[in-house]
């Protein structure tokens, strides 16, 4: 969701956010079957069986600062809208510690229940914003839509970078892929529901291109949100900002959770400790102090996902690791025959 | 420095307690004496000071006068059927052998040919006759012969079986159990004609010796449970079980959360409907609760009924019961939030004339939520508690006077009123008294929370709550299955009700040892025609 | 387990002592309804002035109401600052409660300061979280605080008396345009098409007022006065109730309101008949000729007889068919009438030709986006009009009293 709030803004953003879910498809698709080769391991256990062990510290360092950063990033942004829209006297400090807790929580009790509540909230953030968008429908202008395509395919491309940067999460489930149930699908899983997000994504920008028009929509910080702002089912159910902040805070909520707990197995792992959770306090700890000092004030945030920053910042997480460990891989099986096996 | 503690605790309180001791002297294990008067010197020394302890001496008519001692507890035994079948037996020589003629074995003749009882246990040890004699049934001495007879002649004052007082149904049986472990079992195994069906019993509580009873039904419940049960009841060591309360805390997953994670019912169909989804069944004797293991939350909020009406009133109700699950857990703490923080989520008329009910009311929302729901709590208790006579009293006071006068005397606005109502209404229609208590306390820091924080603080708080229920589990069963993890095909039986003849399944997480519960393709269908024309010949 | 007891409770301490920052209970609100913008020139310096309708739950819900008083339903204040967030805050130090707008339902922008430009007043209005894209947007004949002291009719409240005369009533006349806030930024924002506001303005009528207003404002009333259109930010000129129709024609916005066609029957004698509009659609194609840019208007209307004056038999295919045609001449003609004065007259391009011209050829509006302005009066425009008549309501033929 925080596409929505950065970057280029026109009418075809909608073929951005189809672009970046394309990319981010093919890209989780490589993944997942990296992750399959690992056997049962998170990518650090693998690198070390393939003899890396230096590259599996730096790899795990990397694991450990990406997720808690990103964690933070998360925090701030969140508390920032809070802070913005619904309570202007509260203190930013008290949206991010709560949301903290509740994810260190979360994350102390283990990726099984993780699992269960995502099972339970997916389903009402995805119901929620699939209502929203389809109430937006009948207002609005299809016609903002056009022109297709008015400035080339640079902005398009530009925009799809932008929004792939944030499938780049998908990374974290390097580490994660291991603790799942083995009778998941592990190949199609993970590119089918990079999809569907990106279709959900490609859904909703194109409720808001259509609901309040591009060049609204580009002066607002929140479009989303405007978009929910002029909502109005019969001429009663209107006002419903409300519920977008419960979806908002669920959702971000999971995504926090997510990036500490791979933060922990990354640093469990990276310190060869028997029970991760003894260091998820003082990461949920360092998320927070860094959600607080990171950033002077929401510009620079805003600053910071723009493309130029994020993408290229994703890229190496996202790209390169995976590509590192593939290069590993296979100059290792060819010295090893019959290790792919 | 806990652990510390901890030991002293123990030195000072763990007494291991021991029936025996109480009883006096190491006697234990002592065997029935020949004599008879030693017999009855032991037993009245045990039960010194027990007056409804009746000991009864005569001499028997067989074998040319045999003195005989039959001890019961008063009002325990059924006096009539001991005059008629045993003392006359005995005394007259009904069976009309030839009574002097000299018995060889004397127990086993008497045992076989004089005491007409359905029932007769033969003990040789002093420990057992007093159990048998505390559970109701007569001992009987003979001198000269080194046994004891109990004579199983239980009859005691007990209630009938009546309609249950907490799960009531407009369909469906009506009956509930009673506190007599042998009517229970009757209830039960009426409905289920199996011999798959087992009880287990045991004994627990080391002065009350409560009849404890495992049921379940072999090839459906898995095995594993049962033995967890098993171990987890054996492992108990208390001096008393008055209730299946007792029980309760003492085995359940999660003894700090206030979600309970053993049902208790008081419905036979229940039960047998549980035990038929693969549930375990623990029945305690002086109670008419039974426990039923392993439970998930949405079980909670099934009623019996659900299976008894057809599937689109069952399905209807099972969503009304959903939204009143939410009005109960969350219309006070969404007023608070919303009138307090969001109150641009308000249709305009309707916040002014919200506003214009709160001109004047001294206490801010919050308070006034408290103070209403307090108020409604205590009335709720005091319904409970009060005799039926007063009740009526109570609740004119109640409704009146809490209502009617606090909003025209301007303590709080009459929007509270309806929003408290609305939510004691709806927190009754849940079918599960014990699964409503947890929503009832929930509400108080969700209120709490959203006074403190609005929607957010409501939002962290069921979030909150979520993850506590996502981790909790009923012996081993996941609490908020089949919604996480989810399990599609027992969605079946979670939002609707489907049609009995679409619910070939079991429960997945208990019942599926033997998951095919029926057969497919029972759909009601019109009769074909046959291919010769008009039906029949 | 102990863990998450202590949790539970640090997070409610942490929650609970600091204090409720953002709390405030619903009595402790002003709730405004209505927001004006005016412009006034103090000491020489030209000043914003907001001035508010707030609401008073008092006088209005609950069953305490006590509409006896001779306080009205809400409160009017206006207050001058050195911007219009500046005055907003002045507005604090007269107020008892916290002012809070979310709840605000229409900004009615003066004559003057329309005239001079929105940009200032956009800004606000776009950038202040509490009023929402769904807000009412006016234009006031003269300045909004005067309009503002008019009493409501049927209505407690004056806000909720214009936004129903809007919503509800004026639909059935299709002589102004519903514009809110988001509808009015799209038109601003975008390159090629002007935006309209809804006129309002205060009136004498001529009936006797029926309530005990104040003295002051005694027999005035509140009316929607065709539109005001923008060019660029700045208010160019207001068109007729009559031309309204005739735009909304153009962009498809017609929803119902009557047409007077005077009919030449057999016997030379003239018919009025009125026709009740029931769907209409209208759409602009922009077409190359020559290769000259020209506007194509195509406008499919229809509607029912509900009044014939006069002797004409509408009972018959063969006059409706003349009156098909009279009809349509009618709607070509207020149509016309309305571009005239939008393009030729006010030069503002409220029909967003040009955005049409974006959507279609956006290679060619690169090119003329600069000169739109320039281009746009001198644009051919083409309207053609397929009206019908669909039935004459429930007689026939006009009665014939003899």
């Given amino acids: ?341 | 420095m806990l652990k510390k503690w901890k030991n002293i605790i123990k030195k000072v309180f763990a007494k291991p307690r021991n029936e025996s001791q109480a009883i006096g002297g190491g006697e234990s294990k002592e065997p029935v004496a020949v004599s008879l008067e030693s017999n009855i010197k032991h037993l009245k020394a045990v039960f010194d000071r027990c007056t409804d302890v009746i000991f009864r001496e005569f001499e028997a008519a067989i074998g040319g006068g045999v003195k005989t001692a039959m001890i019961y507890i008063d009002g325990l035994v059924n006096k009539e059927m001991l005059t008629d079948d045993l003392v006359k037996a005995l005394m007259y020589d009904v069976s009309g052998i030839n009574s002097s003629a000299p018995v060889s074995d004397p127990a086993g003749y008497l045992s076989r040919s004089i005491i007409a009882f359905t029932e007769v246990k033969v003990h040789d040890n002093m420990m057992d006759v007093v159990h048998s004699l505390l559970s109701g049934e007569t001992v009987l001495f003979v001198d000269g012969v080194s046994k004891a007879f109990t004579l199983s002649t239980q009859d005691w004052v007990q209630r009938a079986v009546t309609e249950p007082a907490t799960e009531n149904v407009v369909r469906g049986p009506r009956e509930g159990f009673t506190e007599n472990l042998q009517t229970n079992y009757t209830l039960i195994r009426r409905r289920i004609k199996s011999s798959r069906l087992k009880f287990e019993t045991m004994k627990i509580g080391a002065v009350t010796k409560t009849a404890v009873s495992v049921g379940y039904i072999e090839g459906i419940v898995n095995n594993k449970i049962v033995d967890e049960v098993k171990s987890r009841l054996q492992r108990i060591d208390t001096d008393g079980i008055l209730e299946s309360g007792y029980i309760e805390e003492y085995i359940e997953d999660a003894p700090m959360t206030v979600f309970p994670t053993v049902q208790a019912t008081e419905r036979p169909d229940k039960v047998a409907g549980g035990l038929l989804e693969g549930q375990v069944a623990i029945l305690v004797d002086t109670t008419p609760f039974v426990l039923l293991v392993p439970v998930t939350f949405p079980q909670l909020l099934q009623a019996s009924e659900d299976y008894y009406l057809r599937w689109p009133f069952a399905s209807f109700i099972r969503f009304i019961r959903f939204v009143t699950l939410n009005i109960a857990l969350l219309a006070p703490p969404l007023y608070i939030a919303i009138t307090t923080y969001h109150q641009e989520m308000l249709p305009t008329p309707l916040l002014i004339s919200i506003a214009a009910a709160r001109e004047g009311v001294p206490f801010p929302a919050f308070v006034e939520a408290l103070l209403m729901e307090t108020t409604f709590e205590v009335l709720r208790e005091a319904g409970v508690r009060l005799p039926k006579a007063v009740g009526q009293a109570v609740s004119i006071v109640g409704a009146l006077v809490i209502g009617d006068a606090a909003v025209s005397a301007g303590l709080v606005s009459p929007a509270m009123v309806i929003v408290v109502a609305l939510t004691a209404i709806s927190s009754f229609s849940l079918p599960s008294y014990f699964g409503a208590f947890s929503l009832r306390i929930l509400r108080f820091p969700l209120m709490a929370l959203a006074a403190a924080l609005g929607l957010f603080g409501v939002m962290a708080g069921l979030l909150a709550l979520l993850i506590h229920l996502c981790s909790l589990r009923s012996f081993g069963v996941p609490y908020i299955a089949p919604l996480a993890p989810t399990s599609w095909r027992d969605l079946k039986d979670m939002f609707f009700r489907m049609p009995w003849w679409s619910m070939f399944t079991r429960p997945r997480m208990t019942g599926h040892k033997e998951p095919a519960r029926q057969d497919y393709m029972q759909k009601p269908r019109p009769p074909r025609r046959r291919p010769g024309g008009k039906s029949g010949q | 387990m102990k863990k998450e007891i202590i949790a539970v409770i640090l997070v409610l301490s942490v929650l609970l002592f600091p204090g409720c920052w953002s709390r405030r209970e619903v009595e402790d609100l002003a709730i405004v309804t209505a927001i004006g913008i005016d412009r006034m020139v103090l000491g020489g310096q030209e000043k914003p002035k907001l001035t508010v309708l707030v609401a008073r739950p008092s006088q209005l819900g609950g069953q305490q109401a006590n509409t006896s008083a001779e306080t009205n339903a809400d409160w009017l204040v206006s207050e001058v600052g050195d911007t219009l967030y500046d005055a907003e805050r002045k507005l604090y130090r007269r107020s008892p409660r916290i002012l809070r707008i979310y709840h605000n339902e229409m900004v009615i922008i003066g004559e003057d300061s329309a005239r001079n430009g929105v940009q200032d007043v956009f800004d606000f209005l776009q950038r202040h979280k509490d009023i929402r894209l769904r807000t009412w947007m006016f234009v006031s004949r003269g300045d909004a605080s005067e309009t503002m002291k008019v009493m409501p009719e049927l209505e407690n409240m004056l806000s909720q008396e214009i936004s129903e005369i809007l919503v509800k009533s004026m639909p059935g006349t299709s002589e102004t345009l519903a514009v809110d806030l988001r509808r009015f930024s799209e038109a601003l924002v975008t390159p090629g098409w002007d935006a309209v506001l809804p006129v309002i303005r205060t009136i004498e009528p001529r009936e006797p007022k029926g309530t005990k207003r104040g003295e002051k404002e005694a027999g005035q009333t509140i009316m929607l006065d065709g539109l005001a259109l923008f060019h660029n930010n700045r208010l160019a000129g207001l068109m007729p109730p009559e031309e309204v129709t005739g735009f909304l024609y153009i962009i498809g916005k017609t929803q119902s309101g009557t047409v007077v066609l005077e009919h030449k029957t057999e016997s030379g004698s003239i018919s009025r008949i009125t026709v009740l509009m029931s769907r209409a659609s209208g759409e602009i194609k922009p077409v190359f000729r020559e290769g000259s840019l020209e506007m194509e208007i195509k406008i499919d209307a229809e509607a029912d007889v509900v009044e014939v004056q006069g002797d004409a038999a509408v009972g018959s295919p063969d006059v409706i068919r003349d009156l098909n045609r009279e009809f349509s001449q009618k709607v070509k003609s207020i149509a016309e009438k309305s571009l005239d004065t939008a393009q030729k007259k006010y030069k503002t391009d409220i029909f967003g030709f040009g955005k049409t011209v974006h959507q279609k050829y956006p290679d060619y509006w690169r090119e003329i986006e600069q000169e739109w302005s320039e281009i746009y009066p001198e644009v051919p425009v083409t309207v053609k009009v397929d009206a019908k008549i669909r039935r004459t309501s429930v007689i026939a033929d006009p009665f014939q009293i003899r």
């Fill in chain 1, 1 to 341: 969701m925080p596409v929505l709030t950065v970057g280029d803004r026109y009418q075809d953003v909608w073929i951005a956010a189809a672009l970046a879910a394309a990319m981010g498809g093919i890209n989780s698709f490589l993944l997942a079957i990296m992750a399959g080769l690992y056997r049962g391991q998170t990518v650090l256990g693998f690198l070390e069986e393939l003899g890396a062990g230096i590259s599996a510290k730096v790899v795990g360092v990397v694991f450990t600062v990406f997720g808690v950063h990103v964690a933070s990033i998360t925090l701030r942004d969140f508390a920032e809208l809070m802070v913005t829209y619904f309570y202007e006297e509260t203190p930013l400090i008290v949206f991010i510690i709560v949301t903290a807790l509740l994810a260190y929580w979360l994350a102390y009790m283990g990726i099984e229940v993780i699992v269960r509540v995502a099972q339970f909230v997916f389903p009402l953030i995805i119901g929620g914003i699939i209502l929203i968008n389809l109430a937006s429908l009948n207002f609005g202008d299809p016609n903002n839509i056009f022109p297709l395509i008015e400035k080339g395919a640079a902005p398009i491309i530009r925009g799809g970078v932008t929004q792939w940067a944030f499938f780049g999460d998908v990374v974290i489930w390097f580490l994660l892929l291991p603790h799942l149930n083995s009778s998941v699908k592990k190949y199609t899983f993970l590119p089918l529901s990079v999809l569907a997000a990106g279709l959900l994504l490609v859904f909703t920008v194109f409720s808001i291109i259509w609901g309040i028009g591009n060049r609204v929509a580009v002066m607002r910080i929140y479009p989303y949100l405007s978009l929910v702002e002029e909502i109005s089912v019969v001429e009663f159910i209107e006002r419903v900002e409300g519920f977008f902040l419960l979806i908002w805070v669920a959702s971000n909520f999971l995504k926090i959770t997510l990036f500490l707990y791979a933060a922990s197995v990354s640093t469990g792992h990276l310190f060869r400790l028997g029970d991760r959770r003894a260091v998820l306090l003082p990461l949920t700890i360092l998320a927070v102090n860094l959600a607080v000092i990171l950033f002077d004030n929401y510009l620079q945030l805003r600053y910071f996902l723009r493309p130029e920053v994020y993408a290229v910042y994703m890229s190496i997480i996202q790209l390169a690791i995976p590509a590192y460990i593939a290069v590993l891989w296979l100059v290792r099986k060819r010295r090893t025959p019959g290790m792919a096996e």
